[in-house]
């Protein structure tokens, strides 16, 4: 196992941590936010989106949608960069473009270095992706799902075995829960393992499409944790998308708020906070940030989840 | 590098027994995942396997009824025969619909797996897969009405099988597109496309009581000729030598089916990724 984290005590399976109603104070607070430095301008970036468009045709009338519109992020190795904004603001399309599975109308992706259209095999050894509905094979254990996913990626499946144990471990899920069938486990402890696939096949990009949405607060806490160790400690490119404030500014170095498939404001928290009170005179808060980039509130936006995931 | 993101992995290319083995350990993920499920839903393997049991027996006993033995040894390969086809055209047609249904579809067609070792797996999966439920049945029909088949040619049998499983196969990497492109409806379709193969491939009947041009549509079934030619191996015991006429169809039909099959799924891929097709439904 590669991952050096810290020693973790795993839920019995008894007391599995997310079917518990944890008070607030029972909650480990989140350590002091320290802001890393940014790092430093590569020649290759992890992740380059070159005025990227994507359109689809909807509906009977054959309406076209313009998803994402004209976008251009670099990334650089190492960053954590979040993407924000309303639901249908095209963040998970955005995702779905680096992550192969949608293709480009028009503009280019490179992930360190490979076009994804004409070099989609070596990018995809690159990338992973979690998104917000973990995509398993339910009547299946974690450890089926794991090896399976193992197998895709070229590993063996003692290895898989091991490093899944270790993983799901840090995530706070015992082994004696891995030969169960996942639809057995709760939506957050499914989340923590497609966490887990994710990690596995070792991607130098990771995608994280909402992954803490819909877990319980100490479920969510214990993602964060997990990816702040796994920014910190093994110089790993992540792309997040969520609608949790806090956790963007937790977790990202920069951030960017997409608006009906443009990017309409980008750079780090801290810039953002103070350009929203400078030029706009609003309170220095992320949620003032993407209330007035995305002309709507963080609420209206949430209720809209259950149905549409851009 | 694994379970350790951020470092980037070797990226020259890889010597040509480096990818084969990776392409076959991927071809095996799908044989492996299939055998897990199939454990993880072994009751219901255990109902279809007495349904197809006892669909079997119930055809073959139209036979004993008329008291016609070599009626009753057609209905019985027929029976049979067209379980094992049907099963690995719904394997490998139900790639896809499966996959959506399970919402996996995006991860598996994320991973750096080409759609040929996707294919593969499926298919070698459900040969397998359909060998056991074929020997199970044959066994237990063959006990049940003590019939004689010491002159029998398992041979020609076993070679008919192979050579169908090909065009089979290719016919199912076809079908296997409809769900892809046709969210809702795609798996509807496919079920019909196996409908239409039972009812114009003489799986009960000869061909010869359809209508002409359900005949001719008979020529373009694999199945056509895999049960004439099992029939006369398993009845008449001929030899797969003097059964030219009913090997270079399927020859020829598995040398063109399955590549336009892996060409047809590719271009099928590539509509839904456009499109945004790959995405969960339901």
Redesign the interface.
């Known amino acids: 196992?590669?991952?050096t984290l810290e020693p973790h005590q795993p839920e019995t399976a008894s007391q599995p941590s997310e079917t518990l109603v944890a008070p607030v104070d029972r909650v480990p607070a989140p350590a002091p936010h320290v802001r890393r430095p940014a790092p430093p301008r590569g020649a290759v970036p992890a992740l380059l989106i070159d005025h990227v468009t994507k359109r689809?045709?909807v509906g009977r009338k054959k309406k076209s949608v313009v998803a994402v519109d004209d976008v251009s992020i670099r990334i650089e190795r190492?960053e954590t960069y979040g993407v924000l904004g309303a639901n249908g603001g095209g963040k998970s399309?955005l995702i779905?473009l680096v992550?192969?599975?949608?293709?480009i109308d028009s503009g280019r992706v490179e992930v360190?270095g490979h076009d994804i259209e004409r070099e989609e095999?070596?990018v995809?050894?690159?990338?992973?992706?979690v998104?917000v509905?973990a995509?398993?094979?339910?009547?299946?254990s974690p450890f089926?799902n794991l090896?399976?996913?193992a197998?895709?990626?070229?590993?063996?499946a003692g290895?898989a075995r091991r490093?899944s144990v270790?993983?799901l471990a840090r995530l706070g899920i015992a082994e004696s829960r891995l030969s169960r069938?996942l639809e057995q486990m709760s939506r957050g402890m499914q989340q923590k393992v497609a966490i887990a696939r994710a990690?596995?096949?070792?991607?130098?990009l990771?995608l994280l499409d909402e992954p803490t949405t819909g877990l319980d607060p100490r479920s969510k806490l214990e993602v964060q944790t997990f990816i702040e160790e796994?920014r910190d400690s093994?110089?790993?490119?992540i792309v997040l998308t969520t609608h949790d404030l806090a956790e963007a500014d937790r977790l990202c170095d920069r951030l960017a708020i997409l608006n009906e498939g443009r990017v309409v404001v980008e750079g780090t928290p801290e810039e953002l906070v103070a350009r929203v009170a400078r030029e706009h005179g609003q309170p220095p808060t992320l949620e003032s940030v993407f209330m007035t980039w995305t002309g709507r509130s963080l609420d209206d936006d949430t209720e809209e989840d259950d149905d549409d995931d851009d | 590098m694994s379970g350790q993101p951020g470092s980037l992995p070797e990226l020259r290319s890889p010597s040509l027994a480096t990818t084969l083995v990776r392409e076959l350990r991927g071809s095996y993920a799908f044989i492996e995942r299939n055998l897990f499920l199939v454990k993880r839903y072994w009751g219901w393997e255990f109902a279809f396997l007495v349904y197809a049991v006892a669909g079997a027996l119930s055809i073959t006993f139209i036979g004993a009824e008329l008291e016609n033995q070599r009626l009753l040894l057609s209905l019985m390969i027929g029976a049979i025969f067209w379980n094992y086809l049907s099963i690995v055209f719904g394997f490998i047609a139900e790639t896809v619909a499966w996959e959506r249904w399970e919402g996996t579809l995006e991860y598996t067609f994320m991973a750096p797996v080409r759609r040929w070792v996707q294919l593969l797996g499926s298919t070698m999966f459900a040969v397998l897969y359909g060998l056991v439920h074929t020997a199970v049945i044959l066994v237990v029909l063959t006990l049940f009405f003590g019939l004689d088949l010491s002159h029998a040619d398992f041979g020609t049998a076993a070679v008919m099988m192979i050579i169908g499983s090909a065009s089979f196969i290719g016919i199912g990497m076809m079908a296997a597109v409809l769900p892809l492109m046709y969210v809702e409806r795609g798996a509807q379709m496919t079920f019909v496309l196996q409908s239409l193969l039972l009812l114009v491939s003489g799986v009960y009947y000869s061909i010869e009581v359809l209508p002409d041009w359900m005949q001719v549509i008979s020529w373009f079934s694999p199945a056509t000729y895999v049960l004439d030619g099992v029939r006369q191996g398993l009845i008449d015991g001929t030899p797969i030598t003097a059964l030219w006429h009913d090997v270079w169809p399927l020859v020829i039909m598995a040398v063109v089916l399955i590549p336009l099959g892996v060409w047809v799924f590719g271009q099928a891929e590539r509509y839904a990724k456009r499109t945004g097709k790959l995405k969960r439904v339901g």
């Open positions: 196992m590669a991952l689809f045709i190492g399309t779905r992550s192969t599975l949608l293709t360190f095999m070596a995809k050894r690159l990338i992973n992706r998104s509905d995509a398993f094979f339910k009547k299946l089926e090896i399976y996913a197998r895709l990626y070229g590993l063996d290895t490093e270790a993983i069938p990690l596995l096949t070792s991607p130098t990771l796994i093994h110089d790993a490119t």
